[in-house]
């Protein structure tokens, strides 16, 4: 079996739908897309690259070397799935990429934690630290450091109350939604949104060194 093809995010591309037509919705989209139309590609990059980069960024509180890499892996991902027709059709595009975009950064949390790199601090985050007085170094040492306690805390989540909680909690979308995006009940996401926080309550409350626990 040869390998697939890797899928690749062209920007600025130019491409965009027929001229004289009105703005394409998300089912223009989608049907261009199953019909290898150039324009939908770029429709489609228009529609969802500033939520797949602004939800990254809040969930990793950075753009690192490896931010560019983390925002194709999410494209291929949302090409991916809408092509086999798993999109969430209750939902629109934007929010499915933002649940596309947080099961990507969550994943690469998962990844950081396990390299024990996660509290490491960026080169321009050290010259931060050493241009200003000592207090105010503190202080934003202090900031970071919580703000990856409670990565690792959100990393070491079963990822389904993960996407829940930061979804719905952080990014403001509706139980409808959450449901939608899962495909289940609306009661079944309210429960797992409840459990959500129960269980980010519970692990932000263990001893950082203790570091994070198996999936429940």
Not at 93 to 118: H, M, P, Q, S
Not at 181 to 192: C, K, L, M, P, Y
Request: charged share 25%; aromatic share 4%.
């Amino acid at each position: 079996m040869t390998a697939r093809p890797r899928l690749r995010v062209v920007h600025g591309s130019g491409l965009s739908a027929p001229a004289g037509t009105r703005p394409p919705s998300d089912a223009d989209i989608l049907t261009g897309l199953e019909s290898r139309e150039h324009w939908a590609a770029a429709a489609l990059y228009d529609r969802i690259h500033s939520v797949v980069e602004r939800t990254l960024t809040r969930v990793l509180q950075q753009r690192g070397a490896d931010f560019e890499d983390l925002v194709q892996d999410t494209f291929e991902r949302i090409v991916r799935t809408l092509l086999e027709r798993r999109f969430a059709a209750g939902c629109s595009l934007t929010t499915w990429a933002a649940a596309i975009a947080t099961n990507v950064a969550i994943d690469a949390l998962r990844a950081r934690i396990r390299r024990r790199r996660i509290f490491a601090l960026d080169p321009v985050d050290a010259a931060d630290g050493q241009a200003g007085s000592c207090h105010g170094a503190d202080d934003r040492l202090e900031a970071r450091a919580e703000i990856a306690r409670l990565q690792i805390v959100l990393g070491s989540m079963r990822p389904d109350r993960a996407q829940a909680v930061f979804m719905h909690d952080l990014l403001g979308h509706n139980l409808a939604e959450l449901a939608a995006i899962a495909g289940v009940t609306v009661a079944a996401a309210q429960s797992r949104l409840v459990r959500g926080r129960a269980e980010f309550l519970r692990k932000a409350r263990l001893p950082a060194e203790e570091g994070p626990s198996r999936e429940e």
